[in-house]
Antibody
């Protein structure tokens, strides 16, 4: 059973960079899956941020693309998210997730990130 | 990319059937049969309920079913139960090789 666990700071200062890591267990990050980030602001809906394949190929939400970097570390079976120039609007629960055959089938439990000074 | 449009809320009595719509464009919902539906209870991660428009993952009740016509997909919950009270989101793969979520629908069991 695939499991994903997010980790990273829960508080980031405005204009700083949000950095999160997702640790994958139960499967190799070099499998067929794509590895995704999704966020949910307080009281709002889900927003897809982007995804990466173990080959290094990425796809991003056009509205966030200029600020987002997603990378993969095959040696640690992890993938990461960096979101630059954050504002209060980036405060959200951030989920890592896997997609296979065009559906998000496994989710992490989510980690809350607050942007505040 | 714009979020797919869902009704903000839908309600029904126990045992009734309800349908949630998810309207997109010819670049997402209308382009492929890659529409999925997720159930989210408060404070929990979303759970996959329907994929590829109509298919149910193992373990998901047969009371959940999906369909699509043109640029609009739908999720129907039959025999509504108290445990079905949750938020529901659709998502679609797009012609830009991205995913887009719906605006979300709060389901209330009266």
């Amino acid at each position: 059973q695939l499991q994903l666990q997010e980790s990273g700071p829960g508080l980031v200062k405005p204009s700083g960079t949000l950095s999160l890591t997702c640790t994958v267990s139960g499967d190799s990050i070099s499998s067929i899956n794509w590895w995704n980030w999704v966020r949910q602001p307080p009281g709002k809906g889900l927003e897809w941020i982007g995804e990466i394949h173990h080959s290094g190929s990425t796809n991003h939400n056009p509205s966030l693309k200029s600020r987002v970097t997603i990378s993969v570390d095959k040696s640690k079976n992890q993938f990461s998210l960096k979101l630059s120039s954050v504002t209060a609007a980036d405060t959200a629960v951030y989920y890592c997730a896997s997609t296979s055959y065009y559906r998000v089938d496994y989710w992490g439990q989510g980690t809350r990130v607050t942007v505040s000074s | 990319q714009s979020a797919l449009t869902q009704p903000a809320s839908v309600s029904g009595s126990p045992g009734q059937s309800i349908t949630i719509s998810c309207t997109g464009t010819s670049s997402d919902v209308g382009a492929y049969n890659y529409v999925s539906w997720y159930q989210q209870h408060p404070g929990k991660a979303p759970k996959l309920m329907i994929y590829d428009v109509t298919d149910r993952p193992s373990g998901v009740s047969h009371r959940f079913s999906g369909s699509k016509s043109g640029n609009t997909a739908s999720l129907t919950i039959s025999g509504l139960q108290a445990e079905d009270e949750a938020d529901y989101y659709c998502t679609s793969y797009t012609t830009s090789n991205t995913y887009v979520f719906g605006t979300g629908t709060e389901v209330t069991v009266l």
